[in-house]
């Protein structure tokens, strides 16, 4: 999802007149998000990894935000996850995605994993 909004000048005449910020504005300054739903057998792998990664992050205070963010959430009792991530830009939302689930290369295909993300 690429948030655009209107332009600046309407955005802040909303808010000189009280009216709530854009969702834009409320997420800024991420403008890319994504949200992957993983369930089933043959993502386990892809899941153990980002797992993996995610247990071994840690969070500190920065003076400014990161290019990405990203979180792995269990659904169902752990059958299956919700991976979300955000970025700065679409580019880096869609390289992120591209890494972190290389491994469906193994069940798609090659060629039609890198189509997903051409």
């Known amino acids: ?4 909004g209107p332009p600046q000048e309407t955005a802040e005449i909303a808010q000189s007149q009280g009216l709530s910020r854009t969702l834009q504005d409320k997420l800024k300054p991420y403008s890319c998000y994504a949200t992957v739903i993983l369930s089933g057998p043959l993502v386990q792998d ?13 969070v500190f205070k920065t003076a400014s935000p990161a290019r990405m963010v990203w979180a792995l959430s269990p659904i169902s009792e ?16 869609r390289n992120w995605l591209r ?20």
């Open 46 to 58: 892809v899941v153990a990894q980002l797992d993996k990664l995610y247990q071994s992050k840690t």
């Open 78 to 93: 752990g059958k299956g996850y919700i991976l979300r991530a955000a970025g700065l830009e679409t580019e880096d939302v």
């Open 99 to 118: 890494e972190s689930l290389q491994g469906f290369e193994d069940i798609v295909g090659v060629d039609t994993y890198l189509k997903l993300f051409a």
């Open 1 to 4: 999802m690429l948030l655009e």
